[in-house]
């Protein structure tokens, strides 16, 4: 190292510093890297490795070097691929005592610090997450493998949860989440205790999808929990704990005092929550450390509880595709992107929010379904607010720039045109709203008007900053003449050096007699005169060259000269004028970090009501009905998603049958157990599904899919549908099943919605078939009031329950067998059926003929053994039992509704005797063999018969 140059000094200083990151280190117009960071950036963005100097063992030193301006391209591809990259800039003092530019590093850039607007998307927020915990490691020999824990009588106590046995190998006992955007300047902080780290981190993580974890060290030893973070792409590390678990409490207490001017933390809700405490003080001190300054724009963190809102698990997510769809994990056909018709960034990713935290409260859901309401029916004040919001930038961010020091005068332009709307948005508001037809828009528009601060800074950036402005700060041209008269007095001497050089040319043309000579300038070699090879016997002799060209020379004057100094310094100082107040006017308007943030949550709830609105009006949805009763009623019920693909199928032509409304009727009394049975490929996770959506749409304040609903608040859906493993937890997909079920039947309660699809099926059929029994008959009877749960099933002899259980209702999907053909009605209808025609579908999804025909023969042989003997309940055979079942729950009874739908199917496709006669005797027709007359004939003899 001896050899090594100050700057390969500088390097492995800043190297020293930052150990895990990736140094980008400034060299002129070039950032480099060497060694190990240069081999690992040649190979990941695929650029060349050369060898430059000596290192301390004499050997050459591997190097990467990318142009300053490509960083844009490049650094988000190593940060997506979950590097830390540490950049190093020439300091703000350039000279060290030997006249050595000092760099050092200015800011690290991870995966979940990211505020480049290359790295992170608009539409949603960048997490880091902060994970803090103790946990007891039963598996090996019983002894607690966590960190000692002196606080943990403490803290606010979250419902209880049992964990399943499996889980208890790795129970946590008390853990703390936090998570911070610093994008945004979002931060809130939670402490969970005695609960299954999966079900409780992994929702968390489902929810928040943060970028990037930095865990408590003793957490890296729970080898599940780091698979699942793994297993959703997030960049772990751990946070140093250097002092013992107390200290590092306070440390991170006084960090958070510091940083929000506070004495104590009590008035927060943080008060004794340890784990809490330590996590959001180290995401708040990892955010520090890599942003390398003051981040003034988080001013508050929000302790929540998961019982503040609806819990929605990984699981809910996942099975009723909230945020992203199943099938490759997009958002395309998932609820999100039905409801989002926002109009800005800022209410994009609060409606995520809000669809993540479905609300409790009747009032508060209410408030919001009079403000949609009261939107949807004001076509014309919807039209103009939205077009408001439509030139609204992502202030949020916008300001988190600004205080970064990332901003361009574009920023600004941006950010005062968003500052323009808001006054037009609250006068909007006021001028529609005449009585109280919705508390929520009225507060958004008292809240609106309260603020005036944004006339100041209007005025400043309208006064200050030029209408278009260039991309980079550093252009100059940004300031408007006449707001610094220094400023002013530069470029009237920059124009005036126009015109002499404009009059220098003239003078030197005539002075040598060369028509084409012609004085002009480059960054390189500054101004110059150029002379073509045809004229260079006339070059006079006080031309000094200056640089010889393919077909001609440059030369220059000492008066030339003399005045290309004057020009550059007066440039020089004009652009650090401009930057000068262009760093003026973010500091003010970053002044204003707090009030704009509030002032952009106004907006955001602005959004997406109206998106609501919208999505109501275009989806012809209806406003349910709230309330703290147990009633789920609905009628005329659809998917929301699975409509919307219908319909877009129809568009293309692609041919997708229509879809078909149902109704629902569930409370804790006769309808607190729906048993759903049906075919295959009827419909019933579709239906299953439809309830819980539409009544998480009720609760987060949207408008449903239906004709009519109300919904009796639900405070946790647990789903157990379709199948898949965990491998990375060591769990098959029969296993993942049982964990999932003994999730729900240990915390499950009165005011939870279970849907269970197919419980049992990935065992034996005796061993899947009991418990399935053993399941809806634990339910039924677990609470008083009992469980509102939809259970689909293909274990037909559980429908005979209904005669044992007094809250269990049959209900299965109506099909029609017409001859061979199976009709799908997609009609709940009361009652059950025993036909799942599994051998139907295989059919329709192309399975062999001759599997096919073997399966059906052994079918028939089965049903003839009775393989899994009925239920004694009724006794009678089974066969014809089942038989005079289907008829009846297909022709009678069914509600009115199905009734409709019954008879239009069956006119669809029950065969009319006379067209099957006809079409015989077409069929039967040898028309090779008829002349013209016989076949006229035979169509009259046809037309008649058709028509008697
Ligand atoms: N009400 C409906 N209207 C129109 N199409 C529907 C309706 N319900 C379901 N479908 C269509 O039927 C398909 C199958 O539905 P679903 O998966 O709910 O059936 P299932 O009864 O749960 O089947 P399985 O028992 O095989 O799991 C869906 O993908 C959807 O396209």
Redo the contacts with the bound molecule.
Sequence with gaps: MDQATPAMRQYYDAKKECPDALVFFRMGDFYESFGDDAKIISKELEITLTNRGKSSDGQKMPLAGIPYHAIDTYLPRLIKKGYKVAICEQLENPKEAKGVVKRGIVRVVTPGTAIDTSIITDAANNYLMALSGSFKDKSSDGTESGTETENEKSGKKEKKEKSSPKMEAIAVETFGISFLDISTGEFVTAQFEDVAPYEKVMSEVAKFRPSECILQPNLLKNSALVGRLFDNKIKMDAFAMNKTFTAEVKLAEEELNVQFKTSTLDGMGLHGNDYAVLAAGKALHYAHETQMRDLEHIHFIRTYSTSDSMILDSMALRNLEIIKNVRDEETNYALIKILDKTKTSMGSRLLRNWLLRPLLLPQSIQNRLLAVEFLKENNLLRFDLRKCLSEISDMERLVSRMIYGNSNARDLISMRNSLLKIPEIAHLLDTNLLGNESALMAEIRDRLVDYDFYEELIELVTNAIDDEPPLTVREGKMIKAGYNAELDELRDAAGDSKDWIAKFQADERERTGIKSLKVGYNKVFGYFIEITNSNKDAVPENYIRKQTMANGERYFTPELKERENLILSADDRSIAIEYEIFREITNRVAEHARDIQQIAQLVAQTDVLCSFAEVALDNNYVCPEVDDGFEILIRDG??PI?EI??NDAKTVKMS???????DTEMDCTENQFLLIT??????????MRQVAMIVIMAQVGSFVPASYAKIGIVDRIFTRIGAYDDLAAGQSTFMVEMVELSNILNNSDERSLILL??IGRGTSTYDGYSIAKAVVEFIHNKDKKGIRTLF?T?YHQLTALENKLKRLKNFH?AVLETGKDLV?L?KIIPGATDK?YGIH?AKLAGVPDKVIERSSEILRDLENESMIEAESEGGGDGKKKRSARYTQLLLVDPSADSERVVEKIVEKYVPDPKTEEVKCELSALDVDHMTPVEALLKLGEIKKKLLE
Excluded: W
């Design positions: 659809r998917h699975v693909a219908a997708k049958e229509t879809f078909v409304p149902n049906g075919p295959n490929m009827a419909g019933k996770s579709t239906y699809d197919e689909a293909h999907i799908f997609r799942s579908v």
